[in-house]
């Protein structure tokens, strides 16, 4: 996830994002045999979801992209940008001699989401979404106006 510090904006000024990583990630599997290739794992995840993920050892900053806003007025914005991730515990058997179990964390190719949010707009001038919401309440000052949105239907 993408997820910079809020950028005081003037009116009538453009906004280019520094797209800082958030916690990033890997997309990887953990065998508990060492035997299992993680490209069986993620094919045979990917055939499972009907979706296409992330191949191994991609990384979210790879994710990372390029955007700017125009403002008329007086704004104090945070972008953010986040994936769909998928983290499951999984069981392969393929006979009765080659069974593994592991760990895999990955996220759908496609599923980028990318918006900012105004700490200083009040709640219905932002996004409704699960990232908008973490975005305010990571990184929205304390008393911003924006942050009144948490208490209208909880935390991210």
Request: proline share 5%.
């Amino acid at each position: 996830m993408v997820l910079d510090d809020p950028v005081d904006v003037k009116p009538g000024s453009r906004l280019e994002v520094e797209s800082k990583l958030h916690e990033p990630k890997e997309s990887q599997a953990t065998d508990s045999s060492g035997s299992l290739s993680q490209r069986v794992v993620f094919r045979s995840l990917s055939q499972h979801l009907g979706k296409e993920l992330a191949k191994p050892g991609a990384s979210t900053s790879d994710e990372k992209r390029e955007m700017s806003a125009d403002f008329k007025e007086k704004a104090q914005a945070v972008y953010y940008r986040g994936v769909k991730t998928v983290s499951a515990t999984y069981t392969y058997t393929c006979s009765e001699t080659v069974k593994s179990s592991g760990k895999v964390f990955t996220w759908e190719i496609g599923s980028s989401t990318t918006g900012l949010v105004d700490c200083l707009a009040e709640p219905e001038g932002n996004s409704q979404s699960r990232l908008a919401r973490m975005a305010i309440s990571e990184r929205c000052p304390h008393d911003a106006p924006a942050r009144k949105i948490l208490n209208e239907k909880g935390k991210p």
